[in-house]
């Protein structure tokens, strides 16, 4: 059984950081392709970060950009997400997902696999 575990979630005040990782098990994903997601009520998810299997490729929408870094530890199955900077804004349900595809991908309909997500809350 496949299965993507997010943890690192939590309330921190504005301009405050806090580091996500999701750990993959039931399969390997390090031909794939991996991103963070999230999700606020009444919204579309969005993709925040994805990642390349090689780890050279990486895909950062505008506002998260200079702000969030994505990496990956193949050898331990495990994908990160470090933000820092944090607005109120990125408050949202974040979620690790893991494609079939090995080039960089932002759409959720490309992505396979899902963890159960981890809530984010930055306070003013």
């Known amino acids: 059984q496949v299965q993507l575990v997010e943890s690192g979630g939590g309330l921190v005040q504005a301009g405050g950081s806090l580091r996500l990782s999701c750990a993959a098990s039931?399969?390997?994903?390090?031909?794939?392709?991996m991103a963070w997601f999230r999700q606020v009520p009444g919204k579309q998810r969005e993709c925040v970060a994805a990642?390349?299997?090689?780890?050279?490729?990486?895909y950062y929408p505008d506002s998260v950009r200079g702000r969030f870094t994505i990496s990956r530890d193949n050898a331990n199955d495990t994908l990160y997400l470090q933000m820092n900077s944090l607005k109120p804004e990125d408050s949202a349900v974040y979620y690790c997902?893991?494609?079939?595809?090995?080039?960089?991908?932002?759409?959720?309909?490309?992505?396979?696999?899902w963890g159960q997500g981890t809530q984010v809350t930055v306070s003013s």
């Open positions: 039931g399969r390997t994903f390090s031909r794939e392709t």
């Open positions: 997902a893991a494609s079939t595809q090995s080039e960089v991908v932002r759409l959720p309909h490309s992505y396979t696999y």
């Open positions: 990642i390349d299997w090689v780890g050279t490729t990486t």
